[in-house]
């Protein structure tokens, strides 16, 4: 069985900075992408950040020049570094990845960490 568990989260002013870090662990036999979405209350989940295993990246235009997301295959683990936070990027962030299990490429997703910019 294959977990996903975010850590990082948290209250932060407004400029502040935050870096979330989710840990992909279990019966993994490969991970094609990883990534990060967030929930803002009232809205639909959205595509924050993801990153290919061939290193290609991509960004939610609001984010761009502000977040920044990396990854440790070693560790199975992805970051999202955010700074200039700013208070619409308050949501429930919700980490992502393509992977192989034991059976079949899945979607996985872990259980979402809150971030809340103060203004």
């Known amino acids: 069985q294959v977990q996903l568990v975010e850590s990082g989260g948290g209250l932060v002013q407004a400029g502040g900075s935050l870096r979330l870090s989710c840990a992909a662990s279990?019966?993994?036999?490969?991970?094609?992408?990883m990534g990060w979405y967030r929930q803002a209350p009232g809205k639909q989940r959205e595509l924050v950040a993801r990153l290919s295993s061939s290193g290609s990246t991509d960004y939610e235009d609001s984010v761009k020049g502000r977040f920044t997301i990396s990854r440790d295959n070693a560790k199975n683990t992805v970051y999202l570094q955010m700074i200039s936070l700013i208070p619409e990027d308050t949501a429930v962030y919700y980490c992502?990845?393509?992977?192989?299990?034991?059976?079949?490429?899945?979607?996985?997703w872990g259980q979402g960490t809150l971030v809340t910019v103060s203004s």
């Open positions: 992502y990845a393509y992977l192989h299990d034991s059976r079949a490429w899945v979607d996985a």
């Open positions: 279990g019966s993994i036999f490969g991970i094609i992408a």
